[in-house]
Every structure is written in structure tokens, then in C-alpha cells.
């Protein structure tokens, strides 16, 4: 699966988009990454053509627990689960195909070596989390080398990154992402 040489999710400007549509979508991509359980509810937007999915296990917490003091999981089950579903439903309406990302930056968010590739779908594992330009590169490298099979994306935060790397630098990254997101 290709995902293209180059795709920019620059949320800022989603979020400043006029119109009924791009705040549907926002909210949709909001709600869906915060929990996998939610895709009964997303399955009508699901069914366009141009809407993917964002799993975010950073916010799948144990009940008591508080999403941003604890790092949630999710069982690569549940993922593998919800790609079935999402690749029947694009064969199913002949869809192209879709985009699913997978934010993780921590080993233990999802075990990626249990996940699963899928007919109409680009699967990304898209290496999040804040920090320093060595910090992500070293993460970036390691992920990128132990899941191959997928294709490899880089999250960067315009303020919570030290050393914001510049778009030179991550397009140099090896592998080259397939996914760039800025927020």
C-alpha cells in the first residue's frame, strides 16, 4: 500500500475550516481517536469516500484511570477487529482505499508485530509524542524497522516539541514517512 510520497494533516487549519462538513470531520476524527469502541457510531461517515480513521491509544485508560496521567492501550485484537470491519466496508461500497493511522509512542500502546495488514487499507503506524529531535529520531527508526509491513508516519507538535525538526530534516528521515502530521 502506498499512501503517497508526501501527506500534511495540518490540524490548526482544519479546525479555522468554515463550513458544517470540515466540523463534522474534525469532530469524527476527534471522537474516533479517543476510542476504537466508537466506530458503531462513525460507521455513516465511514462510508465516504475521502474519511479515514485515527486510533489513539494514548486514550484507551482502565476505568478509575485519567487519560493523561496514564498512557492507555489497545489489544492489537481490537485493532485487528476494527480493520476487518473497516476493509469489509470499503470492498463492500467499493470504496478507494482508506487511510487508517495507528498513533504509538510507547512499545506497549499496541503490539504492532500482532497487527494485521488488510486489502483496502494503508495502514500507518504513526510515531507520536513529544520531545527532542534525537528522542523522535530514535523512535522513528526503531518503529519504522520493526514493523516494515506498514507504511511509517511522523507526528510533530508545533509547541510542545523541543527543536522543532524542519520539513527538510523529517523528509530525510529513513525510511521516508508516508504520513507527516503537524499539530
Known amino acids: 500500500h502506498q499512501v503517497g510520497q508526501l501527506a500534511l494533516v495540518l490540524h490548526h487549519e482544519l479546525r479555522e475550516a468554515e463550513g458544517f462538513e470540515a466540523a463534522c470531520l474534525e469532530r469524527l476524527a476527534e471522537f474516533a481517536e479517543k476510542d ?100 523522535k529520531r530514535a523512535k522513528y527508526r526503531r518503529f519504522a524497522r520493526e514493523a516494515r509491513e506498514f507504511n511509517p508516519g511522523f507526528k510533530l507538535f508545533y509547541e510542545e516539541d523541543t527543536d522543532l525538526m524542519a520539513p527538510r530534516q523529517v523528509m530525510a528521515l529513513k525510511p521516508r514517512p508516508d504520513l507527516i502530521v503537524y499539530e
Open 36 to 135: 476504537s469502541r466508537a466506530l458503531s457510531t462513525t460507521k455513516r461517515w465511514l462510508r465516504e469516500p475521502d474519511v479515514g480513521l485515527a486510533l489513539d491509544p494514548e486514550w484507551r485508560v482502565q476505568a478509575g484511570q485519567v487519560p493523561g496521567q496514564v498512557i492507555g492501550r489497545v489489544d492489537s485484537r481490537e485493532v485487528n477487529a476494527v480493520t476487518a470491519w473497516l476493509a469489509d466496508l470499503a470492498r463492500e461500497r467499493e470504496l478507494p482505499e482508506k487511510l487508517v493511522v495507528i498513533h504509538q509512542f510507547t512499545d506497549d500502546m499496541v503490539d504492532h508485530s500482532k497487527l494485521k495488514q488488510r486489502d483496502n487499507l494503508a495502514i500507518v503506524l504513526n510515531v507520536d509524542g513529544f520531545g527532542g529531535q534525537s528522542i
